[in-house]
């Protein structure tokens, strides 16, 4: 089992940039995939994006290419979601999620592990 903390949400305004954190410990291998999934009010858990543990590749729901960035640290066990030019619709709980899972995928179900989430709020 992996735990998961979620950190550096917050409110900001339209067009800046937030870098989220997510510490992660426990027994975490190559063959974890490390996602992100946001969740605004009144509307379903969408996928982000996820990382691949072992190879460092990432990939994005295509309505997030272009603004969002994850990265990790394997020194730290951190992974990061960088999100650039902020908009009020990005307004949502951030979280991270990990499983160990044979590929990418965007299926919440396929994580065991979640985080408590970090609220993003984007003032227009």
């Known amino acids: 089992q992996v735990q998961l903390v979620e950190s550096g949400g917050g409110l900001v305004q339209a067009g800046e940039s937030l870098r989220l954190s997510c510490a992660a410990s426990?027994?975490?291998?190559?063959?974890?995939?490390m996602g992100w999934f946001r969740q605004a009010p009144g509307k379903e858990r969408e996928f982000v994006g996820c990382?691949?543990?072992?190879?460092?590749?990432?990939y994005y729901a295509d309505s997030m290419k272009g603004r969002f960035t994850i990265s990790k640290d394997g020194a730290t066990n951190t992974v990061y979601l960088q999100i650039d030019n902020l908009k009020p619709e990005d307004t949502a709980v951030y979280y991270c999620?990990?499983?160990?899972?044979?590929?990418?995928?965007?299926?919440?179900?396929?994580?065991?592990?979640w985080g408590q989430g970090t609220q993003v709020t984007v003032s227009s």
């Open positions: 999620a990990a499983g160990i899972i044979s590929s990418a995928t965007a299926k919440g179900r396929d994580y065991d592990d």
């Open positions: 426990g027994r975490i291998f190559v063959s974890h995939v």
């Open positions: 990382i691949l543990w072992g190879s460092d590749n990432t």
